[in-house]
């Protein structure tokens, strides 16, 4: 899987950026430098918040920006109904990952694979996950210009054993985005778009309050699908639609209707969610 977000795409999370960079982009970058000062880089770091606020993204563009391969992993892929397939999952994950160093892991929803072992609900099965995920961290072989990141918006539910340094001794929060980043993910996505004169973009990010960044793409995606159903309501005929292209714009309107409509989206309990306006 080849990663092409850079940190130009990802609006705001400058603290946030600037500690993955530090933890995993410069010494990846420069390992020599590190070894020389022998300082001693974190094996594993661990981001967490609440849904929909970048995380993957962020992992991303750490492969991006520090010209590392990139493996993804979803935590729910990895268990198996057989006994030894999951542990044999994790195991195979971090031979491919030490073959193709300098390489970036992301394990996505970690809390599926790695929960308090000993609490109840957790069978045998998933606490063996764990202790193959501590020994291939913490174990002999060594993980040379390998990096760990793993996402979860459940920060209570991961066995404290894999917190410790040494494994997770990183851990950053990843927040919901405030107005200066939301304005900032509004401008990323409302490049190169045809908007009208009377877009007010700082307007929209006020009135996005409480949103996460998944949110702000939805309004910008929203706003746009909002403009092709007028536009295609008026030249049904694919003729006339690429001849009237350029008269297709996206404006203020366009953008608070796409606001309301994220908003009532998001107020729904999930069993009134009929359409989804989200394209992700």
């Not at 990895?78 to 970036?104: H, N, T």
């Not at 304005?183 to 996460?212: C, W």
Request: glycine share 6%; net charge negative; proline share 5%.
């Amino acid at each position: 899987e080849s990663p092409d977000v850079e940190w130009i795409d990802i609006g705001g999370l400058d603290e946030v950026k600037r500690e993955l960079q530090e933890a995993v982009e410069w010494p990846l970058r420069y390992p020599d430098l590190y070894t020389k000062l022998g300082h001693s880089v974190p094996k594993g770091i661990l981001m967490h918040g609440p849904s929909g606020t970048g995380k993957t993204m962020l992992a991303k563009a750490v492969a991006t920006e520090s010209e590392a391969n990139f493996i993804s992993v979803k935590g729910p892929e990895l268990l198996s109904k057989w006994i030894g397939e999951s542990e044999r999952g994790i195991r195979e994950i971090f031979r491919r990952a030490r073959q193709a160093a300098p390489c970036v892991v992301f394990f996505d929803e970690i809390d599926s694979i790695a929960p308090i072992r000993g609490m109840e609900g957790v069978n045998a099965g998933t606490e063996r996950m764990v202790s193959q995920l501590l020994t291939e961290m913490d174990g002999i072989q060594e993980l040379n210009g390998v990096v760990i990141i793993a996402a979860t918006n459940r920060l209570d539910m991961i066995d404290s054993a894999l917190l410790r340094p040494g494994r997770f001794d990183k851990i950053v929060f990843v927040p919901k985005p405030d107005i200066s980043t939301r304005l900032k993910i509004l401008e990323i996505y409302a490049k190169e778009k045809p908007l009208t004169s009377d877009v007010n973009l700082q307007r929209i990010a006020e009135l996005t309050d409480g949103f996460s960044g998944a949110d702000m793409s939805a309004v910008a995606n929203t706003a746009i699908s909002l403009v092709l159903h007028e536009y295609l309501q008026k030249y049904s005929n694919p003729e006339d639609a690429a001849k009237h292209a350029s008269e297709a714009h996206v404006t203020m309107k366009h953008f608070e209707d796409a606001v309301k409509k994220i908003k009532t989206q998001r107020d729904m309990k999930p069993g009134e969610k009929l359409t989804l306006s989200q394209y992700r």
